[in-house]
């Protein structure tokens, strides 16, 4: 069965510096999800992506995060300058025309 | 005020039990009502959607929806140790996806111990 994949599974930085997490959403997917889960707590939108753009986006993502689909099979989110409280899961997840979403197993980041 | 209520568990039965989960809800714009199980170290995957109030049967799993009292269920029949997980009860206005600034709104999660 097809899945997301996120990439690493585990990343570990310093706070202040710049991450890039990586996704590859199943491949005739066209709607492109961001949530992460800081532990203990519920998990939490941050974005969704259509068409090359942001479709909507919560309160959570601000300045500091960004998303690209740089090729045809990579969709990535960046955090410019992590902070501590940035530590959490965080999932990828796509969808095609039904309304399905598909998640990955999410890449855990920790910022000392 | 939290929109989404979930005991976190750990609930524990024993193999072949009716386990019931349950989700209250604030938000009365919550149309679209979910389960997700998630399995340690994976992601959330949909295992029932509903729209608005009512009974959906899938196999050994029912949801349940009263939108009455803002409440909702999963209901696993004959439990087997392959069910013990964290199963997620989410909810949206807009969609089974979301569809709008909030995206899916997730309950925090009840871990389920099936015992052999």
């Known amino acids: 069965e097809p899945e997301v994949t996120q990439t690493p599974s585990h990343q570990v930085t310093q706070m202040g510096q710049e991450v890039i997490l990586r996704c590859v959403p199943i491949?005739?997917?066209?709607?492109f999800y961001w949530y992460r889960q800081i532990l203990g707590q519920k998990v939490e939108f941050l974005v969704s992506f259509y068409n090359n753009e942001i479709s909507e986006k919560s309160e959570i993502f601000d300045d500091q995060f960004s998303v690209e689909r740089p090729d045809g099979s990579n969709f990535t989110l960046k955090i410019r300058s992590t902070k501590l409280e940035d530590s959490a899961m965080y999932f990828c997840?796509?969808?095609?025309?039904?309304?399905?979403?598909?998640f990955g197993s999410g890449t855990q980041l920790s910022v000392l | 005020q939290k929109e989404v209520e979930q005991d976190p568990g750990p609930l524990s039965v024993p193999e072949g039990a009716i386990v019931s989960l349950n989700c209250t809800y604030s938000?009365?714009?919550?149309?679209?009502f979910m389960w997700y199980r998630q399995y340690s170290r994976k992601g959330p995957e949909l295992l029932m959607y509903?729209?608005?109030?009512g009974n959906k049967e899938d196999g050994r799993f029912t949801a349940q929806v009263d939108k009455s009292s803002k409440y909702i269920s999963l209901f696993i029949r004959d439990s087997q140790p392959s069910d013990s997980a964290t199963y997620l009860c989410?909810?949206?206005?807009?969609?089974?996806?979301?569809?709008?600034?909030?995206?899916?709104?997730f309950g925090k999660g009840t871990h389920l111990i099936i015992q052999p």
């Open positions: 509903t729209y608005s109030s």
């Open positions: 491949s005739n997917h066209l709607y």
């Open positions: 989410a909810m949206s206005p807009g969609g089974y996806s979301g569809g709008g600034a909030d995206g899916l709104t």
């Open positions: 997840a796509s969808r095609g025309t039904h309304e399905k979403l598909f």
């Open positions: 938000n009365s714009a919550f149309q679209y």
